[in-house]
């Protein structure tokens, strides 16, 4: 899966909720958190992680482990822990710009 997968995956996931209401506050949220100020880097070895937990999601819930998907959403995928460093190499680089 590529980035645009990567997109186009969250895209049908939330699509299944057939909440507008829910859609249009990710989509803004979306765009705050990625989109503007848009940092100059892309971590490739963030966004090849974030495949596999994709993964992961979809082999979970293809079997029918709900619990064990909802926890790997909130643990890893979602999961600031988990994701920390990550966030921080991303979002240092526009800290970096703004200082």
Known sequence: MSLVGNLLFHGVYLTLAKNPLLLNLVENLKKRLYDFPRPPVWLKD?????????????????????????RHL?????????????????YGYLWKELS
């Open 46 to 70: 963030w966004e090849s992680a974030s495949v596999k937990e994709h993964s992961s999601l979809v082999e979970l819930l293809g079997e029918g482990r709900f619990e064990e998907g909802a």
């Open 74 to 90: 909130r643990q890893v995928h979602w999961g600031f822990p988990y994701q920390e460093a990550n966030i921080r190499r991303y």
